[in-house]
């Protein structure tokens, strides 16, 4: 399976974007999807989580209220719509197949990244 990440950009603080992952050479709703973000200071962290049909989310604390996970299996495509984004956001945002998990090592297909930079 590829991952296509895109979406992502230079935005305002309070501003919105919505991140996309597509997939190819599989099909999208054989995996749970995860988003994750890295910055140079810090390492991989999870963003948030969703089941491969889409019933159940986890999300990070720092994100909770402002971003949600959805996904359309018809498309091979899950995104991450951002709300009310802060400077603290700007990250490499990287999309993964794999288990419903917080984990980075439980996902084994990763995207590209796309780069979230916000402007205080």
């Known amino acids: 399976v590829q991952l296509q990440a895109s979406g992502g950009g230079l935005v305002q603080a309070g501003g919105s974007l919505t991140l996309s992952c597509l997939a190819s050479?599989?099909?999208?709703?054989?995996?749970?999807m995860g988003w994750f973000r890295q910055t140079a200071e810090k390492a991989r962290e999870f963003v948030s989580t969703?089941?491969?049909?889409?019933?159940?989310?986890v999300y990070e604390d720092s994100v909770k209220g402002r971003f949600t996970i959805s996904r359309d299996n018809a498309k091979n495509t899950v995104y991450l719509q951002m709300n009310s984004l802060k400077p603290e956001d700007t990250a490499v945002y990287y999309c993964?197949?794999?288990?419903?998990?917080?984990?980075?090592?439980?996902?084994?297909?990763w995207g590209q990244g796309t780069l979230v930079t916000v402007s205080s």
């Open positions: 050479g599989g099909t999208l709703s054989s995996y749970h």
């Open positions: 969703i089941t491969s049909g889409g019933g159940s989310t």
């Open positions: 993964a197949a794999g288990d419903f998990s917080t984990n980075p090592r439980a996902y084994v297909y």
